[in-house]
């Protein structure tokens, strides 16, 4: 069993910064593609940034250059720095992962249960 769970989400002015995090917990063999997701209301969840591992991230044109996402193999744990925020970026917030359970299992992919962030004045 594997389980992502997400922190970090909340209420921040415009402007402002917020960091996500997001913790894979479970049997685990390795993890290829971390990412996040975002889906606001009326909308479909769209791809906000991906890490591979040891590879280069990729970024929404929404985001570069506001937003940077990192990983931490060591923990499991993949990370999103919002800066700059912006109300358009109210949404909820996915973690993704790509990952083997086993080496002898296909790759799957998981998701996380969801984080609110709220860009409001």
């Known amino acids: 069993q594997v389980k992502l769970m997400e922190s970090g989400g909340g209420l921040v002015q415009p402007g402002g910064s917020l960091t996500l995090s997001c913790a894979a917990s479970?049997?685990?063999?390795?993890?290829?593609?971390l990412g996040w997701y975002r889906q606001a209301p009326g909308n479909e969840r769209v791809l906000v940034a991906a890490i591979p591992r040891g590879g280069t991230a990729n970024y929404a044109d929404s985001v570069k250059g506001r937003f940077t996402i990192s990983r931490d193999d060591a923990k499991d744990t993949v990370y999103l720095q919002m800066n700059s925020l912006k109300p358009e970026d109210t949404a909820v917030y996915y973690c993704n992962a790509r990952l083997q359970r086993r080496p002898y299992l296909p790759e799957g992919i998981y998701w996380g249960q969801g984080t609110q962030v709220t860009v409001s004045s």
């Open positions: 479970g049997s685990i063999f390795s993890m290829y593609v």
